[in-house]
């Protein structure tokens, strides 16, 4: 039961020693699945693998995963599912007083079958079922105290009588351990207690599993492990059983090459049974719980854990590792440089190094590093604060500038380069252990990117302002022509790429390439290269100019390697899982370390694959239809599916996780550049074509299609009315709409003649209504012409009238002449001035002219109304009277009577209305009024 003090101390030594030669080991990645992903319970009490799929115990439910989607299933008593075991297609699972399976309906659909239904319900009152088993023609579902066992359709009941706890099928038999018992073994369906193993009565035996054909190691939660080769009983005498009492062994699950320790306090541990050599896999280093309560290993090399929060998965022969698994925090990863077996990484908080004993910082760094360049023995630096080389991991300036975004050596000029940074363009010169620093003369803004065309001509990119094409001095130090017409040739001036590829200079913008032509001195579209990417010409580069492979980043976020540029078939994508919403957007980087190690910038991490393993371990698999639903409604799998156009048709498929197999589809036998990528596993069809459509689903690895596929046939049916019954609904169309025209026709040849009639009364109304208009219209001309004589009556009259009245105040006036020229002889002065009152009343009689303004207004009813509105507030009552008098065109010498003046009063009048009415000297007043 003990080993001696001499191995006590021997395998702490090598204890010590593993630890020391684990230490800088790479871990490979681990792919976390949370609630957000399955939408279901946070812990996950069991997990088992079976066609592909993964299979989870879950707080409350079963889930399955199918490498692309989760799907969860409820237990008709809705309880947690405490164990979960997939036996022969079937899904075994055990909750609280319920056990049983589940199979594939024809839809692909899940459906559960209660198996604890017959047996009495007091043999599995308070019981939940924590392990199920396959021995022999049995399965055994395992509870705290009793054991089920089904087999033949029929269900038999053992109790021990004990708390049972660990069990498992090892080497064709079935162990089982009871507490302050021992281990027993099931034999024909009896239980049968084995002497041996009382000595583990007193511990907690979590796990038994077989090491080899002939021994079975033993796990218990606190108190190591233990081989019993079904006579003798021993500690297991390995360094590598400390951690198992260290940290609460829960699960260990055995392969050929590897042991796996699943810890309550510590995760897992990965030990490697022909190298001897572990590591492990926590939260410091990606895990997202340190709880596993559940492991599967499977064919392809990926370890399932079920933890106390979540699901994770690990391809334990890894290609692709992270750089910083214990999580520090590094911030954004800017550039890398790999020297001496180390990873120098630029990032925003300063210069990491990561090697094999983990990630150290590069004191003096602190800040936002841009740019790393390897210069033979050391580092150059481009810093938001200056410009550094690191030499022997030590930080030492070399210039003030500031901001170098890109460090280029001038060909033909060794130790010479050139660097874009925040201020324009810097010379620098190596000489010896020294730098010089020159700032470049005739440029003044931001260069983020600097790629030369020949000598003494290159192309810069502005940090956001596009792209010049600038001329050097012979020697380098001063720019002596920005050519700035290029940047009207792009979409969008912002974030143009510059590259140079296969000898030209070509741009990325907007989801295009184009290319400099130096014949035309022109930017045009990038051809060749939009022919050589095909349907991935969205892509850019993100790893350094003539560097092979190269690898690719497409504007929906994803990542593929081409070992050779020109060829597709050399194409192969990255799993998205492993740098999903990790790239640096528009910073992305990648470096090229060797033809088996690519090195990719994420936050706060450097993803390492190997392009060589990834390619070599890409086997297609054929992609497996697990749904297809017609609007919504699961269908059966293996029938014809008929399908009207307006229906829609979703399939949802599958190939492994982390397969690196792209799913594809096409709607007939074509060329393979008519497949289309299904990026989720959905396939979303709608409107096809009447008739028979075959769906064909593939993988595709390396950009090549694989001969292993799918083909669904789907029949869209012709519309009923495109049918025999359609035919003779036409039919009964057309003779109802022959009989509706005819009946038509003929109501309208009635409406029709009816019409006529009415026509011909109506014309025969508004011949009538015309001859009326042209009674009226003769008798309006006569009626017109007796106005017009009885006007010229009343005018001639009116005109008489004046006449008379100056005839009148003209013998009136004379008359008062003669009185005043006989005044001396008068002797009776009362009568006398009696009779000159009575002349001068007559003469300016307001009587006569009321008569006159009355006859006047009715030949010129509006003579004076619109004489006022035209000339408001000016005109006296005398000037209305000397206008009327105009108006009827009579001379000065006949209105001095009517007015009792002179003529030259009358003259002096007409001056001062002509000044009232505002008349130039060129109008006549006469005319004026006539008008009025």
């Given at each position: 039961?003990?080993?001696?003090k001499?191995?006590?101390?021997?395998?702490?030594?090598?204890?010590?020693?593993?630890?020391?030669?684990?230490?800088?080991?790479h871990?490979?990645?681990?792919?976390?699945?949370?609630?957000?992903?399955?939408?279901?319970?946070?812990?996950?009490?069991?997990?088992?693998?079976?066609?592909?799929?993964?299979?989870?115990a879950?707080?409350?439910?079963?889930?399955e995963?199918?490498?692309i989607?989760?799907?969860?299933?409820?237990?008709?008593?809705?309880?947690?599912?405490?164990?979960?075991?997939?036996?022969?297609?079937k899904?075994?699972?055990?909750?609280?007083?319920?056990?049983?399976?589940?199979?594939?309906?024809?839809?692909?659909?899940l459906k559960?079958?209660?198996?604890?239904?017959?047996?009495?319900?007091?043999n599995?009152?308070?019981?939940s079922?924590?392990?199920?088993?396959?021995?022999?023609?049995?399965?055994?579902?395992?509870?705290?105290?009793?054991l089920?066992?089904y087999r033949?359709?029929?269900?038999?009941?053992?109790?021990?009588g004990?708390?049972?706890?660990?069990?498992?099928?090892?080497?064709?038999?079935?162990?089982?351990?009871?507490r302050?018992?021992?281990?027993?073994?099931?034999?024909?369906?009896?239980?049968?207690?084995?002497?041996?193993?009382?000595a583990?009565?007193?511990?907690?035996?979590?796990?038994?599993?077989?090491?080899?054909s002939?021994?079975?190691?033993?796990?218990?939660?606190?108190?190591g492990?233990?081989?019993?080769?079904?006579?003798?009983?021993?500690?297991?005498?390995?360094?590598?059983?400390?951690i198992?009492?260290?940290?609460?062994?829960?699960?260990?699950?055995?392969?050929?090459?590897?042991?796996f320790?699943?810890?309550?306090?510590?995760?897992?541990?990965?030990?490697?049974?022909?190298?001897?050599?572990?590591?492990?896999?926590?939260?410091?280093?990606?895990?997202?719980?340190?709880?596993?309560?559940?492991?599967?290993?499977?064919?392809?090399?990926?370890?399932?854990?079920?933890?106390?929060?979540?699901?994770?998965?690990?391809?334990?022969h890894?290609?692709?590792?992270?750089?910083?698994?214990?999580?520090?925090?590094?911030?954004?990863?800017?550039d890398?440089?790999?020297?001496?077996?180390?990873?120098?990484?630029?990032?925003?908080?300063?210069?990491?190094?990561?090697?094999?004993?983990?990630?150290s910082?590069?004191?003096g760094?602190?800040?936002?590093?841009?740019?790393?360049?390897?210069?033979?023995?050391?580092?150059?630096?481009?810093?938001?604060?200056?410009?550094y080389?690191?030499k022997?991991?030590?930080?030492?300036?070399i210039?003030?500038?500031?901001?170098?975004?890109?460090?280029?050596?001038?060909?033909?000029?060794?130790?010479?380069?050139?660097q874009?940074?925040?201020?324009?363009?810097?010379?620098?010169?190596?000489?010896?252990?020294?730098?010089e620093?020159?700032?470049?003369?005739?440029?003044?803004?931001p260069?983020?990117?600097?790629?030369?065309?020949?000598?003494?001509?290159?192309?810069v990119?502005?940090?956001?302002?596009?792209?010049?094409?600038?001329?050097?001095?012979?020697?380098?130090?001063k720019?002596?022509?920005?050519?700035?017409?290029?940047t009207?040739?792009f979409?969008?001036?912002?974030?143009?790429?510059?590259?140079?590829?296969?000898?030209?200079?070509?741009?990325?913008?907007?989801?295009?390439?184009?290319?400099?032509?130096?014949?035309?001195?022109?930017?045009?579209?990038f051809?060749?290269?939009?022919?050589?990417?095909?349907?991935?010409?969205?892509?850019?580069?993100?790893?350094?100019q003539?560097?092979?492979?190269?690898v690719?980043?497409?504007?929906?976020?994803?990542?593929?390697?081409?070992?050779?540029?020109?060829?597709?078939d050399s194409?192969?994508?990255?799993?998205?899982?492993?740098?999903?919403?990790?790239?640096?957007?528009n910073?992305?980087?990648?470096?090229v370390?060797?033809?088996?190690?690519?090195?990719i910038?994420?936050?706060n991490?450097?993803?390492a694959?190997?392009?060589?393993?990834?390619?070599?371990?890409?086997?297609?698999?054929?992609p497996?239809?697990?749904?297809?639903?017609?609007?919504?409604t699961?269908?059966?799998?293996d029938?014809?599916?008929?399908?009207?156009?307006?229906?829609?048709?979703?399939?949802?498929?599958?190939?492994?996780?982390?397969?690196?197999?792209?799913?594809?589809?096409?709607?007939?036998?074509?060329?393979?550049?008519?497949?289309?990528?299904?990026?989720?596993?959905?396939?979303?069809?709608?409107?096809?074509?009447?008739g028979e459509?075959?769906?064909?689903?593939?993988?595709?690895?390396?950009?090549?299609?694989?001969?292993?596929?799918?083909?669904?046939?789907?029949?869209?049916?012709?519309?009923?009315?495109?049918?025999?019954?359609?035919?003779?609904?036409?039919?009964?169309?057309?003779?109802?709409l022959?009989?509706f025209?005819?009946?038509?026709?003929?109501?309208?040849?009635?409406?029709?003649?009816?019409?006529l009639?009415?026509?011909?009364e109506?014309?025969?109304?508004?011949?009538?209504?015309?001859?009326?208009?042209r009674?009226?219209?003769?008798?309006?001309?006569?009626?017109?012409?007796?106005?017009?004589?009885?006007?010229?009556?009343?005018?001639?009259?009116l005109?008489?009238?004046?006449?008379e009245?100056?005839?009148?105040?003209?013998?009136?006036?004379?008359?008062?002449?003669?009185?005043?020229?006989?005044?001396?002889?008068?002797?009776?002065?009362?009568?006398?001035?009696?009779?000159?009152?009575?002349?001068?009343?007559?003469i300016?009689?307001a009587?006569?002219?009321?008569?006159?303004?009355?006859?006047?207004?009715?030949?010129h009813?509006?003579?004076?109304?619109?004489?006022?509105?035209?000339?408001?507030?000016?005109?006296?009552s005398?000037?209305?009277?000397?206008?009327?008098?105009?108006?009827?065109?009579?001379?000065?010498?006949?209105?001095?009577?009517?007015?009792?003046?002179?003529?030259?009063?009358?003259?002096?009048h007409?001056y001062r209305?002509?000044?009232?009415?505002?008349?130039?000297?060129?109008?006549n007043?006469?005319?004026?009024?006539?008008?009025?």
């Open positions: 039961m003990f080993v001696s001499f191995y006590k101390v021997f395998y702490s030594v090598w204890l010590f020693l593993s630890f020391f030669m684990v230490n800088g080991q871990r490979p990645p681990i792919h976390n699945f949370n609630v957000h992903d399955y939408e279901a319970g946070i812990q996950n009490w069991g997990i088992t693998y079976g066609d592909n799929n993964i299979y989870v879950n707080n409350e439910g079963l889930l995963f199918d490498g989607q989760w799907r969860f299933y409820e237990l008709p008593n809705k309880t947690i599912v405490r164990s979960v075991a997939y036996i022969d297609k899904i075994y699972t055990g909750s609280y007083e319920e056990f049983g399976y589940w199979e594939k309906t024809s839809t692909g659909q559960y079958y209660s198996l604890s239904e017959k047996i009495e319900a007091k599995i009152e308070t019981e079922i924590w392990g199920i088993y396959q021995y022999k023609d049995a399965i055994i579902f395992k509870s705290f105290s009793s089920f066992i033949n359709g029929k269900i038999e009941v053992i109790k021990p004990t708390t049972i706890m660990g069990a498992n099928v090892a080497n064709g038999h079935f162990y089982v351990f009871g302050e018992k021992g281990i027993y073994e099931l034999v024909d369906f009896h239980l049968i207690l084995l002497k041996e193993t009382e583990l009565k007193n511990y907690k035996v979590q796990t038994v599993n077989a090491i080899s002939n021994e079975v190691l033993i796990g218990t939660s606190l108190n492990c233990f081989i019993w080769d079904g006579k003798l009983l021993r500690p297991w005498n390995h360094p590598f059983n400390a198992s009492k260290q940290n609460q062994l829960n699960k260990i699950t055995i392969s050929k090459d590897f042991i320790m699943g810890t309550i306090k510590n995760g897992v541990y990965v030990f490697n049974i022909k190298s001897q050599r572990y590591y492990n896999l926590n939260v410091q280093n990606g895990l997202q719980n340190n709880t596993v309560l559940g492991s599967v290993f499977n064919e392809r090399g990926m370890l399932w854990l079920s933890l106390d929060n979540g699901v994770s998965a690990i391809p334990i890894f290609n692709a590792y992270y750089l910083n698994p214990s999580k520090e925090d590094i911030g954004g990863v800017y890398m440089v790999v020297y001496n077996g180390d990873t120098y990484i630029a990032t925003n908080t300063g210069v990491y190094v990561s090697g094999d004993n983990g990630i910082f590069i004191d760094s602190q800040g936002h590093i841009w740019d790393l360049t390897l210069v033979g023995d050391v580092i150059v630096c481009g810093h938001n604060l200056g410009t080389q690191i022997n991991k030590k930080w030492e300036s210039s003030p500038q500031n901001g170098g975004y890109v460090f280029r050596e001038i060909k033909g000029r060794p130790d010479t380069y050139v874009g940074n925040y201020s324009g363009l810097t010379l620098y010169t190596k000489r010896d252990n020294s730098w620093a020159i700032n470049i003369e005739g440029i003044d803004f260069v983020k990117r600097l790629v030369f065309e020949k000598d003494h001509i290159a192309w990119a502005h940090a956001y302002k596009g792209v010049f094409r600038i001329h050097f001095s012979e020697d380098y130090k720019i002596t022509k920005i050519e700035k017409q290029y009207k040739d979409a969008n001036s912002y974030m143009i790429k510059l590259f140079k590829i296969e000898g030209q200079i070509a741009f990325y913008n907007e989801k295009e390439w184009l290319v400099y032509n130096p014949l035309e001195e022109k930017i045009v579209p051809e060749s290269l939009n022919t050589i990417l095909g349907k991935d010409k969205d892509a850019y580069p993100i790893t350094d003539d560097i092979e492979p190269i690719f980043k497409k504007s929906d976020g994803t990542l593929f390697v081409r070992e050779d540029l020109n060829s597709r194409q192969f994508y990255l799993p998205l899982r492993y740098y999903n919403n990790r790239l640096l957007k910073d992305e980087k990648a470096i370390v060797n033809d088996s190690l690519i090195q910038a994420l936050y991490d450097i993803l694959i190997n392009p060589q393993k990834i390619t070599a371990g890409s086997a297609p698999f054929k497996k239809i697990n749904r297809i639903l017609k609007n919504g699961p269908q059966p799998l029938t014809v599916f008929s399908l009207k156009q307006r229906d829609t048709i979703i399939v949802e498929t599958s190939v492994p996780f982390l397969s690196n197999n792209t799913i594809v589809y096409s709607l007939s036998d074509d060329v393979e550049t008519d497949y289309r990528k299904v990026p989720n596993g959905k396939i979303m069809l709608t409107n096809l074509p009447f459509t075959k769906l064909n689903i593939n993988s595709m690895v390396k950009a090549k299609i694989s001969n292993l596929g799918v083909s669904i046939p789907i029949q869209t049916k012709k519309p009923w009315y495109m049918g025999v019954w359609g035919i003779i609904l036409l039919m009964v169309i057309l003779a109802a022959t009989f025209v005819v009946t038509i026709n003929k109501y309208m040849l009635i409406r029709h003649k009816k019409y009639e009415d026509q011909f109506h014309e025969k109304e508004l011949n009538r209504k015309e001859e009326a208009l009674h009226e219209k003769k008798l309006n001309e006569l009626q017109k012409k007796q106005h017009d004589l009885e006007l010229k009556g009343k005018t001639k009259e005109a008489n009238t004046a006449l009245m100056t005839k009148k105040n003209e013998i009136l006036m004379k008359l008062k002449d003669e009185l005043l020229y006989f005044k001396s002889e008068i002797i009776d002065k009362v009568r006398y001035n009696k009779l000159l009152k009575s002349v001068d009343r007559n300016n009689n009587n006569d002219w009321e008569i006159f303004e009355s006859n006047f207004n009715e030949i009813d509006s003579f004076f109304k619109n004489l006022l509105k035209k000339h408001p507030d000016v005109l006296t005398k000037d209305l009277k000397l206008c009327a008098y105009l108006k009827m065109n009579l001379s000065s010498k006949e209105i001095a009577p009517l007015m009792s003046i002179s003529v030259r009063g009358v003259e002096i007409r209305l002509r000044k009232k009415l505002e008349l130039s000297s060129e109008q007043i006469n005319e004026y009024l006539m008008n009025v």
